[in-house]
């Protein structure tokens, strides 16, 4: 795939469309754009989805190859194959990302495991508490064993609290962020 086909497909995990977690992503994507902006890129946020849990029933291991659930992963579906770079981004509840979040995660066990191979992947968040271990690094820790299972390229991690002071009233850390952003064309 040349750089001008280059997809980023972000996944959002906020039910707060316009909180802390929406502000850091949409500030990292603005990075991305500014160095990029022939990269074609795409963001959903899962909590205003129709994403049923998976089932377990391992019917998309059959012969057909695809989830036998009909909702919103189905126009997921085509641009996680498609998309060289995956951003997950969620606010830390009960010291993991959001349901909303995971029950997208889930369902890409009904995928080809071997079309996650080699895409970056990178994951923001957002937790109230004031230190790392209040839910975020088990949530990264899962994104990155996720990452080592499908062959994926874990490119970066930030997380940051926003109990004490609201992300809007960050400048040091959107700046950060938005840098991230810039530099993300080392990963891809």
């Keep these: 795939m040349n750089r001008a086909d280059t997809a980023v497909l972000a996944l959002q995990g906020s039910p707060r469309l316009t909180g802390n977690t929406a502000l850091l992503l949409d500030t990292f994507l603005k990075g991305v754009a500014e160095?990029?902006?022939?990269?074609?890129?795409?963001?959903?946020?899962?909590?205003?989805?129709?994403?049923?849990?998976?089932?377990?029933?391992?019917?998309?291991?059959?012969?057909?190859?695809?989830?036998?659930i009909r909702d919103d992963m189905d126009q997921l579906y085509p641009l996680i194959r498609e998309a060289s770079f995956?951003?997950?981004?969620?606010?830390?509840?009960?010291?993991?990302?959001?349901?909303?979040?995971?029950?997208?995660?889930?369902?890409?066990?009904?995928?080809?495991?071997?079309?996650?191979?080699?895409?970056?992947?990178?994951?923001?968040?957002?937790?109230?508490?004031?230190?790392?271990?209040?839910?975020?690094?088990?949530a990264r820790g899962s994104v990155l064993s996720m990452a080592r299972f499908l062959k994926m390229e874990f490119s970066f991690s930030f997380g940051v609290s926003t109990g004490e002071r609201e992300l809007r009233d960050n400048p040091d850390v959107l700046q950060k962020v938005r840098e991230m952003g810039r530099s993300l064309s080392l990963t891809l």
């Design 35 to 68: 160095v990029f902006p022939q990269f074609k890129t795409e963001c959903f946020n899962t909590a205003e989805m129709n994403i049923a849990p998976c089932r377990g029933c391992s019917a998309c291991k059959g012969k057909e190859g695809c989830c036998i």
């Design 86 to 138: 995956i951003i997950l981004a969620s606010p830390v509840y009960w010291w993991h990302m959001t349901a909303q979040l995971k029950a997208c995660i889930d369902r890409f066990y009904a995928m080809d495991f071997s079309s996650f191979r080699g895409k970056g992947l990178g994951f923001l968040a957002t937790f109230g508490g004031t230190e790392a271990d209040s839910g975020y690094l088990i």
